[in-house]
């Protein structure tokens, strides 16, 4: 029933927010929803629907819960690991190469390099899954390679494609 629900979502294009809104109304009897005067869309209204269905056919609430959160997390990836490239002290040529590298799903090596020597190296694959975890998986690299190197080098990335 969770993986139905999760495809139902993912394919209906539901946001974490509009999941929890869909939430609420699905804890809510029909008087309490008739009185309220909020606006909700077509979309999240059915979406109540069909969580109150499967609460009553004994699903546990706390996973709906969880799906909220994680997609939640989710959405807020690629954003931060923008966040952390755009904060970077690299050119601006670079911070494209970098942030193409999730937009496009790019394929193949990164070097970090100090002093014109390459210091780390990481190898992005077509199975590194969607954008937001590639955009972790690419953020946690250059977040180590930072730490490892120290503040106050100067250091660059290059890609080459495969």
């Not at 809510?28 to 109540?48: L, W």
């Not at 969580?51 to 609430?61: E, N, R, S, T, V």
Request: proline content about 2%.
């Amino acid at each position: 029933m969770e993986l139905q629900f999760k495809k139902y979502a993912d394919d209906g294009g539901y946001t974490s927010e509009q999941i929890q809104v869909a939430y609420m109304r699905a804890l809510r009897s029909a008087d309490e929803i008739a009185e309220d005067k909020t606006e909700v869309s077509e979309m999240v209204a059915n979406m109540g629907e069909r969580m109150k269905q499967m609460i009553a056919a004994g699903f546990p609430l706390n996973r709906f819960a969880t799906m909220i959160d994680a997609r939640e997390r989710i959405e807020t990836r690629v954003p931060r690991y923008y966040q952390l490239v755009d904060g970077l002290a690299i050119t601006d040529k670079e911070k494209e190469m970098l942030k193409s590298l999730v937009e496009r799903e790019r394929t193949g090596m990164v070097e970090c390099h100090v002093g014109g020597a390459v210091r780390r190296a990481f190898s992005i694959s077509g199975s590194d899954g969607l954008p937001e975890v590639r955009a972790t998986m690419i953020g946690d690299y250059i977040t180590r390679f930072l730490n490892e190197i120290g503040q106050g080098k100067k250091y660059e990335f290059w890609f080459q494609e495969q």
